[in-house]
C-alpha cells in the first residue's frame, strides 16, 4: 500500500511565487491534515478535513489555503510564498480518533 | 486553549542507558498517542493508550497512562542506536485534533 503520499519532496520557490503541495491517500480515511515543522520544533496544525468537501483551520492556517473535492486528496496552496513559510510540510489521514499516518514530507524553502 | 507540556525537551544517554519522557496536559484526555520520528523522517505511529492507569509494553518501551488521564511517559529500556529520533505525546482536544507535545530528543552520546 502506498499510504499517504506527498509531492513534491522538495522545491525552492522566490518570495511572492506561489505552489501547490499535493497529498493523496488510498486508506479511505476521513481524516485529513496539513502540519509545518521547523527545524527542531514540533508540528503546527495548518489546516484540516474531516471528509470530502469541509475544511477547517488549524494553529497556523495564515498564508495557505486547502480544498477537498475528493475523499483521496487534500492539496495545500501556498499564495505569496514569504521566508516564514520556510518549513518541512507533512500531510496525514487517519480514520475517526484512530492513528495518524504521515507522508514523507516536502522541504519547502523560500529564498 | 488546550496545552500537552512535554519533557525533557533533549536527553543525552550512553548506549545501554534507559530514557524516559514525560508528558502533561492541561486538560483530561481521552486517549493519548505516542509517535517516533527518526532524523530527516516522518512521525510514525507507536500505540495509543485510552484507559486510567494504562501500562502497555512493547519490547524495551513501556508506555504509561496516569490514573486522572492527563499525563502520560514513555520509558526506554537499555538504549540502542534504533531508537535514536524524536518521540512525540499528542492527546485529541474537543474536536478531534491532536494536540502535539514539543517531543523529546533521543541522543546517543559516541
Known amino acids: 500500500n502506498a499510504g499517504v503520499t506527498q509531492t513534491p519532496k522538495f522545491r525552492i520557490l522566490k518570495i511572492g511565487q506561489s505552489m501547490t503541495l499535493q497529498c493523496a491517500q488510498d486508506m479511505n480515511h476521513n481524516y485529513m491534515y496539513w502540519y509545518r515543522q521547523d527545524p527542531g520544533m514540533g508540528l503546527k496544525l495548518i489546516y484540516y478535513?474531516?471528509?470530502?468537501?469541509?475544511?477547517d483551520k488549524g494553529e497556523v492556517p495564515n498564508g495557505y489555503n486547502v480544498s477537498r473535492s475528493t475523499t483521496e486528496d487534500f492539496p495545500l496552496r501556498l499564495e505569496l510564498a514569504a521566508p516564514s513559510q520556510t518549513s518541512v510540510y507533512f500531510c496525514a489521514s487517519s480514520p475517526l480518533r484512530g492513528p495518524q499516518h504521515f507522508g514523507d514530507g516536502t522541504r519547502l524553502s523560500i529564498l | 486553549g488546550q496545552q500537552v507540556m512535554q519533557i525533557p525537551q533533549y536527553q543525552h544517554v550512553q548506549e545501554g542507558e534507559d530514557f524516559t519522557t514525560y508528558c502533561n496536559s492541561s486538560?483530561?484526555?481521552?486517549?493519548i498517542q505516542w509517535y517516533k520520528q527518526r532524523p530527516g523522517g516522518h512521525p510514525v505511529f507507536l500505540i495509543q493508550l485510552v484507559k486510567s492507569g494504562e501500562v502497555k509494553k512493547q519490547k524495551r518501551l513501556t508506555f504509561q497512562f496516569g490514573e486522572a488521564k492527563k499525563n502520560s511517559s514513555l520509558h526506554i529500556t537499555a538504549t540502542q542506536t534504533t531508537d535514536v529520533g524524536t518521540y512525540f505525546c499528542?492527546?485529541?482536544?474537543?474536536?478531534?485534533?491532536?494536540?502535539w507535545g514539543a517531543g523529546t530528543k533521543l541522543i546517543i552520546k559516541p
Open positions: 499528542a492527546g485529541p482536544d474537543s474536536n478531534y485534533q491532536l494536540i
Open positions: 478535513s474531516v471528509g470530502a468537501g469541509i475544511t
Open positions: 486538560t483530561t484526555l481521552s486517549n
